[in-house]
């Protein structure tokens, strides 16, 4: 039977807001079977005629995520789409951003994606079948300065998705990213920033960059645009590895990255970002 033909059974990560919302909404309506785990899930526990049924689970917990799979394919029997949107981030310079606060993002960025992927990974190859679509970014192109743990962690989740993809091929089971640009979601509310960086040494370049940073993701694409984009991924299967989803100028810049000398880029992009001007001088 043709898998593209028949309702499918989707898990999406992160899908009580942004991306996760529009594509679990978009595929519900659709008539697929959609599990919508979320950390702090604000819409209701059902909707869409229960074909939409959000999950209280934190994917830094295996605990949760082992009983959330289980649960569901006790009911389902299958997993054809597995959806890694869940994220955060965290605004600081490298330097005065704590272990401990590294730690949490790739916590849920990087390892909940691989938590996630250890539980469903096995029933899709018992399958024979499945998608995975992981939710990177263009700052897994492009690191973001005074947001180098985030860009390190879809860094990470590019190059885990692209083993991934090599290792799965031969079990019938499709990986893909898509990698958004900026966006205008409640990112920008709950992004964490670093202890230290409210007194940063950094000073007026962290403000800056922070201030532009912001301001481009609070006037950047609709979330529905990248909901779509994964909700058609996972009904009619990945055509690519990637698909790039954002600012025509956002997606030509990562692009070029590689083609140009490293100086000339980086002087580019310290001035996109705002952060150009020399740091100021602290006393001693």
């Not at 893909?176 to 940063?200: H, I, K, M």
């Amino acid at each position: 039977m043709n898998q593209n033909a028949r309702p499918k059974v989707i898990v999406i990560t992160g899908a009580s807001s942004g991306f996760g919302a529009a594509a679990a909404g978009r595929l519900a309506a659709g008539g697929h079977q959609v599990y919508g785990l979320s950390v702090d899930p604000v819409r209701p526990a059902l909707a869409h005629g229960g074909r939409l049924q959000h999950l209280r689970v934190d994917i830094r917990s295996e605990a949760q995520v082992q009983r959330a799979v289980r649960a569901i394919l006790r009911r389902e029997k299958r997993i054809d789409v597995l959806v890694n949107n869940a994220g955060r981030g965290v605004a600081g310079a490298v330097e005065e951003t704590t272990t401990e606060e590294a730690r949490d993002l790739f916590d849920v960025n990087f390892w909940g994606l691989h938590r996630l992927c250890r539980q469903v990974v096995p029933q899709m190859r018992r399958q024979g079948h499945g998608t995975i679509i992981n939710v990177g970014s263009l700052a897994g192109f492009q690191a973001i300065p005074f947001q180098g743990f985030y860009s390190a962690s879809k860094f990470a989740v590019e190059g885990i998705s692209e083993a991934l993809s090599m290792e799965l091929k031969p079990f019938g089971i499709r990986v893909c990213l898509v990698e958004p640009g900026d966006a205008a979601t409640s990112f920008v509310r709950n992004r964490v920033y670093a202890r230290q960086s409210r007194r940063s040494a950094y000073g007026p370049r962290f403000l800056s960059v922070m201030r532009t940073v912001e301001r481009d993701e609070e006037n950047g694409l609709d979330p529905d645009v990248v909901g779509r984009c994964i909700a058609r991924i996972a009904e009619r299967g990945p055509r690519r590895f990637r698909y790039m989803v954002g600012d025509p100028l956002q997606r030509a810049a990562v692009r070029v990255k590689h083609l140009v000398p490293h100086a000339l880029f980086e002087g580019g992009a310290l001035i996109l970002f705002g952060a150009s001007r020399p740091p100021r001088k602290l006393a001693g």
